[in-house]
């Protein structure tokens, strides 16, 4: 086994050598998110011309031999149109192999704890926007469909980047970062100039986005990590959780450890924007794990207005702090949204609990009324719905 002349190079480690084409050109193999999973070493390995010029990448196990051998074959037919017998296939497997049969011990290597004093002076959690966003910490935004949640953080990612305080309470100005796994290009796009109008802004006002969708969650964090290379973002969110699961059940406690690890300790805070279960729309849909990788759950919720302008054109929303680590939950933000029917969203503001307050439901149960307090209730055939009544048919008292 040769030994491999191992650099640290950021948050990654590479490895730079003269292509077995003899063609003069060297080649780049890079790894990042170097972990033990299911007792297992593995890593995201990116294979290049340099690391900005991948060529091939996959997030492999470090001892099996048939997921190397798989990346590399995939390298030297990008390369040179190589099959998996050609002499430099065969050399590209053999670098790859001893890069990564080294590369756990190098990661690990002399490090070691060290001593960690407390803070001298009582202090309180870095807030970027107090009861949604926190500095370098991972957050999930979850509410059920159709409750705003896309929209509302648009408005929160354009505020922190463009420095404007009149709507979302930001702490201070910074670069963000949306990952969009949602929406198509021009969707996206639309909703950004109505969120830049509302607040205030050119339409045209840009929002720096990584394109995921379709993608697994493999080739998504390296290019999260490039862009917050590239822009020094801090605060990153990411539209949404079930899109990136890419049909993996969020049930399962592998799906959460992969989703939320890996993009864990890139230097800017994660949040993530995910949806309620339909058979309960006051928790996050899937396993537990990814209650427990958040510092801060935040529910966002939407209710439709009961009087003065049509129920589809203007909207309650509350955000709440559901859960946080040694963080207590807070007041409730609350805001108005205002939309046209064809358009979309034209305006939105701060509002505050007297203009949304709870309600109670109308229903009839049995020989009464529900008279249930709801908060995201619907106003429909002049009856006010809890959730629990919401497409019933039966007519209020």
Same mark, same amino acid.
């Given at each position: 086994?040769?030994?491999?002349?191992?650099?640290?190079?950021?948050?990654?480690?590479?490895?730079?050598?003269?292509?077995?084409?003899?063609?003069?050109?060297?080649?780049?193999?890079?790894?990042?998110?170097?972990?033990?999973?299911?007792?297992?070493?593995?890593?995201?390995?990116?294979?290049?011309?340099?690391?900005?010029?991948?060529?091939?990448?996959?997030?492999?196990?470090?001892?099996?031999?048939?997921?190397?051998?798989?990346?590399?074959?995939?390298?030297?037919?990008?390369?040179?149109?190589?099959?998996?017998?050609?002499?430099?296939?065969?050399?590209?497997?053999?670098?790859?192999?001893?890069?990564?049969?080294?590369?756990?011990?190098?990661?690990?290597?002399?490090?070691?704890?060290?001593?960690?004093?407390?803070?001298?002076?009582?202090?309180?959690?870095?807030?970027?926007?107090?009861?949604?966003?926190?500095?370098?910490?991972?957050?999930?935004?979850?509410?059920?469909?159709?409750?705003?949640?896309?929209?509302?953080?648009?408005?929160?990612?354009?505020?922190?980047?463009?420095?404007?305080?009149?709507?979302?309470?930001?702490?201070?100005?910074?670069?963000?970062?949306?990952?969009?796994?949602?929406? !198509? &290009? %021009?969707?996206? *796009?639309?909703?950004?100039?109505? #969120?830049?109008?509302?607040? @205030?802004?050119?339409?045209?006002?840009? =929002?720096?986005?990584?394109?995921?969708?379709?993608?697994?969650?493999?080739?998504?964090?390296?290019?999260?990590?490039?862009?917050?290379?590239?822009?020094?973002?801090?605060?990153?969110?990411?539209?949404?959780?079930?899109?990136?699961?890419?049909?993996?059940?969020?049930?399962?406690?592998?799906?959460?450890?992969?989703?939320?690890?890996?993009?864990?300790?890139?230097?800017?805070?994660?949040?993530?924007?995910?949806?309620?279960?339909?058979?309960?729309?006051?928790?996050?849909?899937?396993?537990?794990?990814?209650?427990?990788?958040?510092?801060?759950?935040?529910?966002?919720?939407?209710?439709?207005?009961?009087?003065?302008? !049509? &129920? %589809?054109?203007? *909207?309650?929303?509350?955000?709440? #702090?559901?859960?946080?680590? @040694?963080?207590?939950?807070?007041?409730? =933000?609350?805001?108005?949204?205002?939309?046209?029917?064809?358009?979309?969203?034209?305006?939105?503001?701060?509002?505050?609990?007297?203009?949304?307050?709870?309600?109670?439901?109308?229903?009839?149960?049995?020989?009464?009324?529900?008279?249930?307090?709801?908060?995201?209730?619907?106003?429909?055939?002049?009856?006010?719905?809890?959730?629990?009544?919401?497409?019933?048919?039966?007519?209020?008292?």
């Amino acid at each position: 086994m040769t030994e491999i002349p191992y650099q640290r190079v950021g948050d990654g480690i590479g490895y730079r050598f003269p292509s077995p084409a003899n063609d003069g050109v060297h080649l780049v193999i890079f790894a990042t998110h170097i972990r033990i999973e299911a007792g297992m070493p593995k890593a995201h390995i990116e294979l290049g011309i340099s690391k900005q010029d991948r060529i091939a990448a996959d997030d492999l196990k470090l001892l099996a031999s048939e997921e190397r051998l798989r990346l590399a074959n995939k390298a030297a037919l990008a390369l040179w149109g190589s099959g998996r017998t050609d002499k430099k296939a065969i050399a590209l497997d053999a670098e790859l192999m001893n890069f990564c049969l080294g590369l756990w011990k190098f990661n690990v290597g002399s490090q070691s704890g060290s001593w960690v004093e407390g803070d001298a002076e009582p202090s309180a959690p870095n807030w970027a926007v107090p009861g949604m966003i926190l500095v370098d910490s991972t957050s999930i935004n979850f509410g059920n469909a159709g409750a705003g949640k896309s929209t509302l953080y648009r408005i929160v990612a354009q505020s922190l980047c463009y420095d404007i305080a009149v709507v979302i309470p930001i702490q201070q100005a910074a670069d963000v970062i949306w990952v969009n796994a949602e929406e !198509s &290009p %021009d969707e996206h *796009r639309r909703q950004i100039g109505n #969120v830049n109008a509302a607040l @205030g802004l050119e339409r045209t006002a840009p =929002l720096y986005t990584v394109d995921a969708r379709g993608m697994p969650m493999a080739d998504v964090a390296p290019r999260i990590e490039r862009a917050i290379a590239a822009t020094g973002a801090k605060h990153v969110f990411i539209d949404s959780l079930s899109r990136l699961a890419q049909g993996l059940s969020l049930n399962e406690n592998a799906t959460a450890t992969l989703l939320v690890d890996s993009v864990a300790g890139m230097g800017a805070s994660m949040n993530w924007i995910g949806h309620t279960g339909q058979e309960n729309e006051n928790r996050l849909s899937g396993s537990k794990h990814f209650t427990n990788a958040a510092r801060l759950m935040v529910r966002v919720q939407a209710r439709q207005s009961i009087g003065g302008v !049509s &129920p %589809d054109l203007r *909207r309650g929303v509350r955000v709440s #702090v559901m859960k946080g680590n @040694g963080i207590a939950t807070g007041d409730e =933000l609350y805001f108005t949204t205002e939309y046209h029917r064809d358009y979309g969203l034209v305006r939105v503001e701060r509002a505050d609990a007297g203009e949304w307050p709870p309600l109670r439901c109308d229903m009839r149960v049995g020989n009464g009324q529900c008279r249930r307090l709801t908060w995201d209730g619907i106003f429909r055939g002049g009856v006010i719905r809890c959730g629990r009544h919401r497409d019933d048919d039966v007519d209020g008292g």
